[in-house]
């Protein structure tokens, strides 16, 4: 278990281990063995393994569902559909501020600069980047189209959906968060049975 | 037949160097023709524009449309620069199959006949069939790596790539089918008591065909991959901008409380953070020194020294022995200072006293010590004394007073 100390610290403090987030932790985290000595550890702590669907991340959740962890999770499961949309809208508007035909997956870099020049020539898109900055989500008092960025940004590292590799260095990374934002997007709409399509229907097709 | 034959030939040298000539005169006009998709006919002069059509480079498809290049030409670009939007595959392989089976036929009739300069220029032909039949596959398959490794960028939206996918899927199918009619047994056949042809048709073309045909298989399975890719990139970008748009039109929305659900779905069990604290040992006595080390790292509070409320008697402040015992011995003849006064009983001048008991103290801080300790005398026993200070101004321009003397006096109770 010595070996998994810094990744135990990191599970227990909340964070979501993908493989870009921890290259190395996310492969030990792979493995059945490892993954059942952490659990095997983490017992008294009341706390176990948990991951999406095609365990592209991990992160932990509790054993047992006692008073106090319900509660937890009541007050994380209502932040978490706050957050929703205004994350939803942050991909959009990324993905059509750089011009990409896809939406963000783990992986993908983005260069705030580019991001921020982009955005500065166009009036609908400020737009759009001033409503969402002011989003109790990000929260953003200013004015300024670069601290409104860069607030934006800043809030998604500390949510841990960016990376960002370098301090100093204006860019970032997505992680495998995004994953499981959009899986917890898909269960909600399975289980609820929303209008939401994600399959081109037949005439598109055609 | 031979001096006709090498008349054609050096008829066909002469005409097939001058037009391929043509293609190199008319290099660049050519080019924006291929990227326009028509030739602007006035770059050319009329002589040019006739010679170019003769040569079957130019044609005009309609009467109504402009000068274009011959589809053919275009082609030969395309396959030139790899440019996959235009790049063509040819997938026919039994015309191929028909023309080897025909060349093989007649350059056995002509060995037959024992013409051997006509079996000749048959076995050479055939053998350009069959390099021609396997330079077919490896443009295709050349092409097919290129638009897979290219993540079929030369298209835009992901739409586009993902028809340009089931294109190239659909090319691949025909590329296998048209190896499928390549049957070795008729080919063996086909080669019969026959060094050389058994040498082009069968261990040569057999050896290609098989590469290729794991090549073909290769790339199938990566065109699928990506497809699968797309596919999930597609879903991924629609998921984002339907339930966006429900969130939006829906903004009381509230999906149900799953956490309080008996069966908890697991994306939503997120334990709260722990995080784990830890300080010195102190019992274990190899952590001192790191202790020590952390204590003298720590910043040095930048503490305003408070001046201290007891005695003002200045030189306290001094640590040094030799220091401390002279300033004792001031004090204590201060003190007996203070005492010859009240034996006396009345007034007495401090540097008279000085002198008279011949104390080595220089007078200033004589009359300094004197005045602390009247100072830091408590307030009844302050009363005991009359201080008068003997003093005159520095000059008649500074009206500084100087202390000459202090006359100490005690009072009647």
């Known amino acids: 278990m010595i070996q998994h ?10 964070d979501f281990i993908c493989q870009v987030s921890d290259e190395d932790a996310f492969r030990h ?37 006692n008073k106090n962890a319900r509660e937890h999770l009541s007050s994380q499961f209502a932040l978490t559909v706050q957050s929703l949309l205004p994350l939803l809208e942050w991909l959009q508007l990324v993905q059509e501020t750089l011009g990409r035909d896809s939406a963000l997956t783990a992986g993908d870099t983005i260069k705030l600069q580019e991001f921020v020049l982009r955005t500065e020539d166009n009036q609908s898109l400020r737009q759009r980047l001033q409503t969402l900055a002011s989003d109790r989500f990000f929260n953003s008092q200013s004015e300024q ?4 960025v860069k607030l934006i940004f800043r809030r998604l590292k500390e949510h841990g959906y960016l990376l960002q590799p370098h301090a100093e260095r204006q860019y970032y990374v997505v992680t495998g968060k995004i994953d499981y934002l959009l899986d917890v997007i ?10 939401v399509d994600d399959t081109p229907s037949q005439e598109a097709l055609l | 037949m031979a001096p006709l034959d090498s008349t054609l030939t050096s008829n066909l040298f002469a005409i097939g160097a001058e037009r391929l000539a043509l293609l190199g005169k008319h290099h660049k006009a050519l080019m924006q023709g291929y990227l326009d998709g ?17 040569a079957r480079i130019l044609w005009r498809p309609d009467e109504q449309q402009p000068l274009a290049l011959r589809p053919l030409v275009s082609e030969l670009i395309a396959s030139m620069v790899a440019d996959e939007n235009r790049r063509q595959i040819n997938a026919d392989v039994a015309e191929k199959l028909e023309q080897i089976r025909n060349r093989v036929q007649a350059y056995r009739d002509a060995q037959y006949k024992g013409d051997y300069s006509v079996a000749e220029l048959q076995l050479q032909r055939l053998t350009e069939h069959v390099h021609d039949l396997s330079g077919q596959f490896e443009e295709a398959i050349d092409s097919l790596w290129h638009r897979l490794n290219s993540d079929f960028g030369f298209v835009s939206s992901l739409d586009e790539k993902i028809r340009e996918n089931e294109r190239a899927q659909k090319q691949l199918r025909r590329l296998l089918d048209g190896l499928d009619l390549l049957n070795f047994d008729e080919l063996i056949e086909l080669s019969e008591g026959n060094s050389h042809l058994r040498k082009l048709l069968v261990s040569q073309l057999q ?14 399975k990566r065109l699928v991959q990506l497809l699968a890719k797309f596919r999930q990139q597609q879903a991924r970008s629609m998921l984002i901008t339907n339930m966006a748009a429900f969130l939006r039109q829906h903004p009381k929305y509230q999906p149900a409380d799953y956490p309080n659900r008996s069966e908890l779905p697991g994306l939503f069990n997120q334990a709260s953070a722990i995080r784990p604290q830890a300080a010195i040992a102190l019992d274990k006595a190899s952590e001192r020194d790191i202790l020590a080390e952390l204590l003298q790292a720590l910043p040095k509070p930048n503490r305003i020294e408070l001046p201290e409320q ?10 040094d022995e030799e220091i401390t015992a002279r300033q004792q011995a001031l004090k204590t003849d201060v003190e007996n200072f203070y005492l010859k006064v009240i034996d006396l009983g009345g007034k007495l001048s401090a540097l008279d006293y000085l002198n008279e008991q011949q104390l080595s103290w220089d007078s200033e801080i ?14 009844e026993e302050k009363q005991m004394f009359a201080i008068r200070r003997d003093e005159a101004p520095l000059s008649e321009v500074n009206q500084l007073m100087l202390i000459r003397d202090i006359q100490i006096e005690l009072r009647a109770a």
């Open chain 2, 366 to 379: 004589w009359l300094y010590q004197i005045l602390a300790d009247y100072q830091a005398l408590p307030r």
């Open chain 1, 145 to 148: 189209l670069d601290s409104q």
């Open chain 1, 186 to 195: 898909r269960f909600i709409r399975d289980e609820e049975q929303l209008p």
């Open chain 2, 310 to 319: 007891h005695s003002a008697s200045f030189a306290e402040l001094m640590v």
């Open chain 1, 5 to 14: 100390g810094p990744l135990l610290e990191r599970l227990l403090a909340g």
């Open chain 1, 29 to 65: 985290l792979s493995n059945e063995q490892t993954q059942q000595e952490i659990n095997h550890y983490l017992r008294p702590l009341n706390r176990r393994l948990v991951s999406n669907d095609d365990h592209s991340v991990f992160y932990l959740g509790y054993h047992e569902l």
């Open chain 2, 207 to 220: 050896n290609q065909l098989s590469s290729h045909h794991s090549s073909l298989l290769e790339v199938q």
């Open chain 2, 38 to 54: 028509q030739v602007d006919e006035t770059t050319f002069s009329e002589a040019a524009l006739k010679k170019l059509i003769a």
